[in-house]
């Protein structure tokens, strides 16, 4: 994660608005990718830029996955943010007509960054990234989880986190006393072309208990619950086809209890969460309970891992 200026935190984590016609970016045409200012997840194509005259950046489309919707808390406006760290983008206003696809992300300069074509095409290139998808799980502690999903062929990335709560509660303490109405998840980037949403739910599903309510293990509250936060009506239909299928199987002795919600914002759990096994494999916890499932996992998807 970038280190944030005052104002950028103003912005990106406290939903403000920079003042219009003052953003860099506001009559910028050059080629290339609009990045996260906070994440650096890519987020549109300079194709997808157009002058709007509003006083800010205006795109009518994006990366496909990169950009999440939500109602702001008057009920009035949609914003926009970036689906990879939850960080504030703008709105998105429809029925304006101002260009053929009658969409305008109106978005804040300093939530981004730019990349030249030539600099950004360097190992993954802007075409590419407009492939990548999200999706997110929670699965019990995040530690196991994070480690599952990142040995998969496709997956580019896996952050461990909190999801369902209040941003103001995402926090590693608070979220442990089981009382924030977040779940642990993990937020994972992949490439659709190499690794299957479908695919993902089947790791999902083999991967952690999901007849127990609230409960995985010895690790037990709402924060440990079972369920996919989906980005899509596609994602919501593949999980809920998934469980059917799964259910009409007998491939459980009990029922299945995960839950299917529409994925909201991602809050990116504390700096030394990430990667947690990898540096921390002697732990107790680790060695106990994280090693024996990523070992059953890899012996089971052998075929699949990277």
């Known amino acids: 994660m970038r280190t944030l200026t005052d104002f950028e935190k103003y912005v990106i984590e406290e939903k403000g608005t920079e ?7 506001y009559r910028h045409d050059a080629p290339g990718v609009y990045c996260c200012k906070k994440c650096d997840a890519p987020l549109y ?12 950046p205006a795109f009518d489309d994006e990366i496909p996955g990169a950009v999440s919707r939500h109602m702001d808390a008057d009920g009035r406006r949609v ?7 939850g960080g504030h983008l703008g709105h998105v206003f429809e029925g304006e007509y101002l260009t053929e696809k009658n969409l305008r992300h109106c978005v804040n300069s300093v939530s981004m960054v730019f990349k030249k074509r030539e600099v950004s095409e360097q190992g993954n290139d802007a075409m590419n990234n407009t492939k990548h998808a999200f999706a997110t799980f929670g699965a019990g502690c995040f530690w196991c989880v994070e ?11 896996v952050k461990p986190g909190y999801a369902g709560g209040n941003a103001s509660d995402a926090d590693y303490k608070k979220v442990c006393a089981g009382g924030t109405g977040h ?10 072309e190499l690794v299957s949403f479908e695919t993902l739910l089947e790791v999902f599903f083999q991967s952690h208990d999901p007849t127990t309510l609230n409960r ?5 509250g ?3 619950r079972s369920v996919v936060f989906a980005h899509n009506e596609d994602q919501a239909e593949a999980a809920t086809n998934a469980i059917k299928a799964l259910t009409d199987a007998g491939a459980f002795s009990d029922p299945i209890v995960t839950e299917v919600v529409a994925f909201e914002e991602f809050y990116p759990a504390e700096d030394y969460h990430h990667d947690y096994f990898a540096r921390n494999g002697e732990q107790r916890y680790c060695a106990l309970v994280v090693k024996p499932k990523v ?12």
């Open 19 to 25: 003042r219009p016609f003052s953003g860099e970016y």
């Open 45 to 56: 194509l300079s194709e997808h830029k157009f002058q709007a005259h509003c006083g800010w």
């Open 79 to 85: 914003e926009i943010v970036c689906s990879g760290c």
């Open 147 to 157: 480690a599952i999903f990142s040995a998969l062929n496709g997956v580019i990335s």
């Open 183 to 192: 779940a642990e998840v993990v937020h994972i980037e992949y490439q659709p």
């Open 216 to 220: 995985q293990g010895n690790d037990v």
């Open 222 to 224: 709402t924060q440990y």
């Open 295 to 306: 070992d059953k996992f890899k012996k089971a998807f052998a075929s699949l891992l990277k």
